[in-house]
């Protein structure tokens, strides 16, 4: 049995401390103006889901800063655009509504975390409504607001993710290189691969 293995509430605030007393009423039920204007600004979301199960799944999801829509203080509106259909967060939220989101501004230390109850949408005027570069929303993710709070800039300023001088050069991940690896391929598949997935970048935003 490992004896370092925490079990219990008890044994977890041993560890990190007793919560910070009236900090939890930073959290509120809906989407105030202080959390509209940062979502207006921001171009970038980790949308987290589960299955019936359980089993997470986190995904990015990006557009211009405001792709994401307060329509009032209780809902959210989420354009989805093309993508590589797997569909692991829709199947999740068709099984198990609860979602939780994380908004991203640049060169900005705190996020806004969202959390709540989400349905897919293909009504044709929304779909319509969130058009962008001529296509209209593949979908639209409507999310009911429960929980509403910032976080503080503790993990940007410790990861210095907006510190350009740490960024690496021309860092990229070939999926051409993954497969062959994976598939024992030779470098042929390497190039045909990289170069579908750089047309479908160009041409299927």
């Known amino acids: 049995m490992n004896s370092h293995k925490i079990q219990s509430l008890e044994q977890l605030r041993a560890v990190i401390g007793d919560e910070i007393p009236g900090l939890h009423e930073k959290n509120i ?5 202080f959390a509209r204007d940062f979502i207006e600004k921001s171009p970038l979301i ?9 089993r997470m799944d986190a995904s990015p999801k990006g557009d211009a800063p405001g792709f994401v829509e307060v329509l009032n203080e209780q809902t959210l509106l989420i354009p989805d655009r093309p993508g590589n259909k797997l569909a692991y967060g829709h199947q999740n939220i068709l099984s198990n509504p609860n979602v939780g989101i994380l908004f991203i501004v640049p060169n900005t230390r705190e996020t806004l975390r969202i959390n709540g109850r989400a349905e897919l949408s293909c009504e044709p005027d929304l779909l319509h409504q969130f058009a962008a570069r001529n296509k209209p929303a593949t979908l639209v993710i409507r999310v009911f607001v ?16 907006w510190d350009r001088s740490t960024w ?3 860092f990229r991940v070939s999926f051409g290189e993954i497969f062959a690896a994976r598939k024992i391929a030779g470098s042929d598949a390497v190039k045909s691969i990289d170069q579908r997935i750089e047309a479908d970048y160009r041409d299927n935003l």
């Open 29 to 33: 039920d809906h989407v105030d103006e």
């Open 46 to 54: 980790v949308l987290s889901t589960a299955d019936e199960k359980g």
């Open 146 to 161: 429960d929980e509403c709070f910032f976080h503080c800039g503790k993990a940007m300023l410790r990861s210095k993710l």
């Open 168 to 170: 690496q050069e021309n």
